[in-house]
């Protein structure tokens, strides 16, 4: 079954403790993604790659890293989380400048809450 | 740049009455349009799409026809149930590309 698969599903910490939400596809797609969601804002892209070690910054980077080592996982990390980054989160993989129309499959999503 | 423009909710409906959720667009060139579902609690899933002008996407009921003239998208569904109650996202991306862009996203919530 195509699947993202985002761990863990709910996150509660406190500000300033590296934490990382791991993120892995299993359709071999190139392009993955993470969103954030919050009320009003509908979805913001956060970081994208295009493949291994591809990454590049989406339209609201500041205070989250990403690493592609492999093609299936794509962690978002996390090192010095603050109250206003408590959201939804959700990571979401496609093929590569697909053909037109290809969907995009989305993760379960990860709410983290930063006290 | 691109952007998706979708009206602002909650829609809050009867069982049964008929749903318009409008969308429109601005894009360069000819993207392809998603309409998204998220059910309560759950991750984004595909509902359906359309990839040119006057393609009509449908699924469950749903249906949304591509207008370039008008640059819009809207999700339309003739009898709305209980179990459609759901925050629904419009999206576009261009040919060959694979940013999406969402709208902020409606949330329904229909009523027995």
């Known amino acids: 079954e195509a699947q993202v698969t985002q761990n863990p599903r709910y996150l509660i910490t406190v500000t300033g403790k590296k934490l990382t939400v791991t993120c892995s596809q299993n359709m071999n797609h190139e392009y993955m993604s993470w969103y954030r969601q919050d009320p009003g804002l509908g979805l913001r892209q956060i970081y994208y790659?295009?493949?291994?070690?591809?990454?590049d910054k989406g339209d609201v980077p500041e205070g989250y890293k990403v690493s592609r080592k492999e093609k299936r996982n794509f962690p978002l990390i996390l090192e010095s989380p603050s109250p206003n980054q408590t959201s939804l989160y959700f990571c979401?993989?496609?093929?590569?400048?697909?053909?037109?129309?290809?969907?995009?499959?989305f993760g379960q999503g990860t709410r983290l809450t930063v006290v | 740049g691109n952007s998706v423009t979708q009206m602002e909710g909650p829609v809050t409906l009867s069982e049964e009455a008929f749903l318009t959720i409008n969308c429109t667009y601005t894009a360069t060139g000819y993207p392809s349009l998603f309409w998204y579902v998220q059910y309560p609690g759950e991750g984004l899933q595909l509902l359906l799409k359309a990839t040119k002008a006057d393609d009509k996407g449908s699924n469950k009921g749903f249906e949304a026809t591509y207008r370039k003239e008008t640059t819009s998208f809207h999700l339309e569904k003739g009898s709305v149930q209980v179990s459609d109650s759901a925050v629904y996202f419009c999206?576009?991306?261009?040919?060959?590309?694979?940013?999406?862009?969402f709208g902020k996203g409606t949330m329904l919530l229909v009523s027995p």
């Open positions: 979401a993989s496609s093929p590569l400048g697909a053909p037109t129309g290809t969907e995009a499959f």
């Open positions: 790659s295009m493949n291994v070690e591809v990454t």
């Open positions: 999206a576009s991306i261009r040919s060959g590309y694979s940013t999406l862009t």
